[in-house]
């Protein structure tokens, strides 16, 4: 990205942003709690789940069926796995954003330390971020509070309010904002534009929009 910008920093978020880990998770969510007896469409799992922590999703799971049983997740293992380290590709088009990017960019996720660093290595994207990458196991509290993108501030060693994140669910919206972030929410599959909006992003459903979004941030 060339030309004169007003912010020092981008912060992405992971799973839907970078790496389209989304669909293919939230479909396997589906189906373990279908088999659970917990039946909910793929919109309802994307809306109801994505952005928010593991502990956010057994909590909820556990509230609804009153309780789980011991194992549960094993028989799904086999299928996450699958879907992590043979299926994952990167977001289309990000790649080219963060090459044209003059900026400096981390990481804020909910998902763990270990599987965003995971997750970006298998796509090709870890050498673009370095150990500028924040899970939800590195702050006390996970999305939508604000930990983890004032984290990623910290150790870009900028201002909150000098940067802009790049998210994909209402969650990660609201944690971005409460952070002073600007955001601009990426709208694609199964995310509207219209929540995102509402929460407080500038929305935009191709990543080939991005360049130009930053450009008059």
Not at 56 to 82: Q, S
Not at 103 to 120: I, Y
Request: aromatic share 6%; with cysteine; charged share 20%.
């Amino acid at each position: 990205m060339t030309g004169a910008t007003s912010f020092r920093a981008v912060v992405f978020d992971c799973d839907g942003v970078l790496v389209d880990s989304e669909a293919p998770l939230a479909a396997i969510d589906q189906r373990m709690l279908a088999d659970l007896g917990w039946q909910m469409t793929l919109q309802e799992v994307h809306d109801r789940f994505v952005g928010h922590t593991a502990a956010h999703f057994v909590e909820e799971v556990e509230r609804h069926l009153g309780g789980l049983p011991v194992g549960w997740r094993e028989p799904y293992e086999p299928l996450v796995h699958r879907a992590l380290h043979e299926d994952l590709q990167a977001v289309d088009g990000v790649l080219d954003v963060l090459a044209g990017l003059d900026v400096p960019v981390a990481v804020a996720s909910n998902s763990s330390h270990a599987r965003v660093r995971e997750s970006l290595a298998l796509v090709g994207l870890l050498q673009h971020f370095g150990d500028l990458v924040v899970g939800s196991d590195d702050v006390v509290q996970g999305k939508p509070a604000p930990d983890v993108y004032l984290r990623a501030a910290d150790l870009l060693a900028v201002p909150p309010t000098t940067c802009v994140a790049v998210e994909d669910s209402v969650t990660g919206v609201r944690s971005a904002r409460a952070a002073g972030m600007t955001v601009f929410g990426y709208a694609a599959g199964l995310t509207a534009p219209g929540p995102l909006r509402a929460a407080g992003a500038v929305t935009f459903s191709s990543m080939a929009e991005l360049p130009a979004l930053l450009s008059g941030a």
